[in-house]
């Protein structure tokens, strides 16, 4: 998960100020030293580093913090103020052409995705009401044409090609006019990337920019690089100039130094982050979402955007009414499984719920999470319509043919059988009005 090691030493830091009642500067000091250090392995520029904690000092000792009844709350607020800070402060959003005809210009050196990410960035605009094109202006890479043409495919957006031209300029110009022709509002240009910066690269990058005229260039990096990310930020935004950045492969970054430097060394803000394989698996990149994820105050906001745009509306309302009537069967219960895989798995989830510590998150086998849910699929879909209607009639012998259907053991079976019940029980309990527990865990949702 992101920002996982990170998380887990902040956390402890003010775990430990949290332990000591009335907090000392020796202990502010120390803890000043966990988070220092912290940041370091987390692969976070020296110089950003040395300014964040210096001005958490100067805020949490000029504010007369250590003197106040809740230093610990104070100084995390003032870690998390100066985090924020330290991203860009604000989200910053796309921005779009007045004419209403938007071109997008993707960046950046090869294997960061990009290509993938033109998609991802199409599924985004789709989701926004808009109409893009992609445009294949990567000339060089063998099958890059190919593999944007799937890309587009995969999620319904046309691709401008022209596998007969090898000048990227004027494919960039023919997309254009092609998208305007066609009556779409935006085009989403995939160029060709290289090993490392070189002048034959930014020479075409320039060329089109001169052509095109680009709402926003977006340059793509791969938060993997750490700070070879940033250093590449810099020298694209030095040589071409750049509108923002879309920090990949998020998922597999446990650091998250790039994510937390790229903004203060370069002046550049993060506008997505690539969250996953998947073509919805690009979100916005809130430093102030992500400030609270890392010091484990979850992510609600986030949670809830995800949970309307990957979950259909009449399934949600419909699965509600049932809840109420007592009907809640197993096709219920597969359609919450379903409804997970949609936001992303457990793991995503649980990373954006409140009062879970980095520690906790560590103790779930993720993977093994994964499988449970193909073994409850393989289960319920094993059942004939009748029994997953009416799980009460799940003797012993129908139990074991669906055991044999679906591949695996009897006792597997049961345990499906009794998480549902499990479920069931909790549907119950949480459409109740009367119930003291669900106005409790709506109390604590701030409902």
């Known amino acids: 998960m992101a920002f996982e090691g990170l998380s887990e030493r902040l956390q402890g830091a003010f775990k430990d100020l949290r332990g000591q009642g009335v907090v000392s500067e020796k202990d502010f000091d120390n803890a000043m030293r966990v988070v220092k250090m912290a940041l370091l392995e987390a692969d976070v520029n020296f110089k950003v580093v040395k300014d964040f904690v210096a001005t958490i000092k100067e805020k949490a000792l000029g504010a007369g913090v250590l003197k106040s009844l809740t230093p610990d709350q104070m100084v995390v607020k003032i870690v998390k103020d100066e985090m924020v800070d330290m991203m860009g402060g604000t989200g910053s959003k796309l921005t779009f052409s007045p004419s209403g005809f938007t071109v997008f210009m993707l960046v950046g050196l090869q294997g960061t995705g990009k290509t993938t990410t033109a998609g991802k960035l199409a599924a985004y605009l ?183 745009n990957a979950l259909e509306e009449d399934e949600l309302i419909q699965l509600e009414q049932k809840m109420r009537k007592n009907k809640y069967d197993l096709e219920d219960f597969l359609t919450q499984m379903r409804q997970i895989n949609k936001l992303g798995g457990i793991g995503k989830i649980i990373d954006m719920i409140p009062g879970i510590s980095a520690a906790d998150k560590k103790g779930i086998d993720l993977e093994q999470g994964k499988k449970e849910l193909a073994k409850m699929e393989a289960v319920i879909l094993s059942m004939t319509p009748k029994e997953r209607r009416n799980p009460s009639i799940l003797n012993a012998s129908r139990r074991k043919r669906i055991a044999a259907g679906s591949g695996q053991t009897v006792q597997t079976v049961n345990q499906v059988m009794k998480k549902y019940e499990e479920m069931k029980k909790m549907a119950k309990i949480m459409t109740n009005p009367n119930s003291k527990i669900a106005r409790g865990m709506m109390r604590n949702l701030g409902f």
């Open 126 to 308: 789709k989701q926004t009401g808009k109409h893009p094109m992609l445009a294949a202006c990567d000339i060089y890479r063998p099958a890059a044409i190919d593999q944007l043409e799937i890309v587009g495919k995969a999620v319904n957006t046309p691709v401008y090609v022209d596998r007969e031209s090898h000048d990227a300029e004027k494919i960039a110009l023919d997309a254009v006019r092609e998208a305007q022709r066609r009556g779409l509002n935006a085009v989403i240009i995939d160029t060709a990337g290289r090993l490392q910066i070189d002048e034959q690269l930014m020479d075409e990058l320039k060329t089109i920019k001169k052509s095109v005229k680009p709402h926003e260039i977006l340059l793509v990096v791969d938060a993997l690089t750490g700070q070879d990310a940033v250093n590449i930020a810099k020298g694209f935004d030095d040589a071409l100039g750049v509108d923002g950045i879309i920090m990949t492969k998020m998922d597999g970054d446990s650091r998250g130094g790039a994510a937390l430097s790229v903004k203060a060394v370069t002046g550049k803000p993060i506008k997505f982050m690539g969250t996953g394989e998947k073509y919805n698996a690009l979100e916005p990149f809130h430093p102030d979402r992500i400030a609270s994820r890392i010091l484990g105050m979850g992510d609600v906001m986030s949670l809830i955007e995800q949970a309307e």
